[in-house]
């Protein structure tokens, strides 16, 4: 069972000056969770090397079992530290891909010709594609062999309208997720804020906010059995 996970390679948080990326609980709780099952994890990004890691995910409020566990995993902070560079993967090499989220990939991995071709070809192959909050932004142009949009009549979920409108950011963000998934055609659902919330449909799996991120994973890998 070979599951690549994409991460950003953004950092700049619109035009705020802060700084964004990678949300750590949402890379760190799949990471464990696909480990733990025996998966064969590889990860990417646009850029490849470290991927930036959005340092409000750093904060001691928002830590749980799993990142706790990577920051005193040296093993898993080496494989972090030298992500592959995304155009350079292949399809055919991964039975499943993860999307973790954090406000970075609305910037690059949405609009990233190597991910929406990689996605494209997953999905066209019956492979499993699974992103979680922000990440499931990378769904707004990859097309289906019919043209259609990949989302389109998929029940959908990601990060909300009043999530963003929460933390502040929804005039800084280049698209609200929740829009694009509805414009794109999906059947967008949704939880109370910063509840867990999962959908599948067929061979896409979403997730709303960085609580669903574990069960994320875990659906992923059910969809894999």
Same mark, same amino acid.
């Given at each position: 069972m070979k599951i690549l996970m994409i991460l950003t390679s953004h950092e700049n948080l619109g035009t705020t000056g802060?700084?964004?990326?990678?949300? +750590?609980?949402?890379?760190?709780?799949?990471?464990?969770?696909?480990? /733990?099952?025996?998966?064969?994890?590889? +990860?990417?990004s646009p850029h490849g090397g470290q991927p930036p890691l959005d340092p409000k995910s750093d904060? #001691? /409020?928002?830590?749980?079992?799993?990142?706790?566990?990577?920051?005193? *995993?040296?093993?898993?902070?080496? &494989?972090?530290?030298?992500?592959? &560079?995304?155009?350079? &993967?292949?399809?055919? *090499?991964? *039975?499943? &891909?993860?999307? #973790?989220?954090?406000?970075?990939?609305?910037?690059?991995?949405?609009? /990233?010709?190597?991910?929406?071709?990689l996605i494209e070809v997953m999905l066209a192959a019956g492979k499993p594609v699974a992103a979680v909050c922000h990440a499931p932004g990378v769904l707004r142009h990859p097309k289906a062999p019919d043209g259609s949009s990949v989302v389109q009549g998929k029940k959908v979920t990601g990060f909300s309208n009043?999530?963003?409108?929460?933390?502040? +950011?929804?005039?800084?963000? #280049?698209? +609200?997720v929740e829009d694009m998934l509805k414009e794109c055609g999906g059947k967008y659902s949704k939880a109370k804020d910063w509840h867990p919330h999962v959908v599948? *449909?067929?061979?896409?799996?979403?997730?709303?906010? #960085?609580?669903?991120?574990?069960?994320?994973?875990?659906a992923l890998l059910e969809k894999l059995s």
């Amino acid at each position: 069972m070979k599951i690549l996970m994409i991460l950003t390679s953004h950092e700049n948080l619109g035009t705020t000056g802060e700084k964004t990326g990678f949300w +750590l609980e949402e890379f760190a709780s799949p990471y464990y969770v696909f480990k /733990d099952a025996g998966a064969e994890i590889t +990860l990417a990004s646009p850029h490849g090397g470290q991927p930036p890691l959005d340092p409000k995910s750093d904060a #001691p /409020d928002f830590q749980t079992e799993a990142t706790h566990r990577f920051k005193s *995993d040296s093993a898993a902070q080496a &494989v972090l530290a030298n992500t592959l &560079v995304l155009a350079a &993967v292949t399809a055919v *090499d991964y *039975d499943a &891909v993860f999307y #973790p989220g954090g406000h970075g990939p609305l910037w690059d991995l949405a609009e /990233d010709a190597a991910s929406i071709a990689l996605i494209e070809v997953m999905l066209a192959a019956g492979k499993p594609v699974a992103a979680v909050c922000h990440a499931p932004g990378v769904l707004r142009h990859p097309k289906a062999p019919d043209g259609s949009s990949v989302v389109q009549g998929k029940k959908v979920t990601g990060f909300s309208n009043s999530e963003e409108e929460a933390v502040g +950011l929804t005039e800084i963000v #280049p698209f +609200l997720v929740e829009d694009m998934l509805k414009e794109c055609g999906g059947k967008y659902s949704k939880a109370k804020d910063w509840h867990p919330h999962v959908v599948a *449909d067929g061979l896409l799996i979403t997730g709303q906010n #960085p609580a669903s991120s574990e069960p994320a994973a875990k659906a992923l890998l059910e969809k894999l059995s």
